[in-house]
């Protein structure tokens, strides 16, 4: 069974970072994508910043320049570097990994952290 599970989330000032971390285990193949999406109340669930397999990275408006996101194939991990975090940045944070294998597609879900910047 694949299981992605989140760390790093947490409380922080703003202009300050946090690193979120997700590690996907369960898995006999390199996932296709790894992400990171975030749900903020009353808000849709919306993508923050994806890398695939091949390294093409795909960052929201709102993050460039601020958010990095890299990932560790060997070990199916993706990390997100979060800098010059701001109040709007308040969401639940979602790891997220896609892709196809042989015929089959699939969407896995961690079960979220949260990350709330706040004085």
């Known amino acids: 069974q694949v299981r992605l599970v989140e760390s790093g989330g947490g409380l922080v000032q703003p202009g300050g970072s946090l690193r979120l971390s997700c590690a996907g285990s369960?898995?006999?193949?390199?996932?296709?994508?790894m992400g990171w999406y975030r749900q903020a109340p009353g808000k849709q669930r919306e993508l923050v910043a994806d890398i695939t397999s091949g390294g093409t990275i795909t960052y929201a408006d709102s993050v460039k320049g601020r958010f990095t996101i890299s990932r560790d194939g060997r070990v199916n991990a993706v990390h997100l570097h979060m800098r010059s975090l701001k109040p709007e940045d308040t969401a639940v944070y979602y790891c997220?990994?896609?892709?196809?294998?042989?015929?089959?597609?699939?969407?896995?879900w961690g079960q979220g952290t949260q990350v709330t910047v706040s004085s």
């Open positions: 997220d990994a896609r892709g196809k294998y042989y015929y089959d597609e699939y969407d896995y």
């Open positions: 369960g898995s006999i193949f390199s996932f296709n994508v």
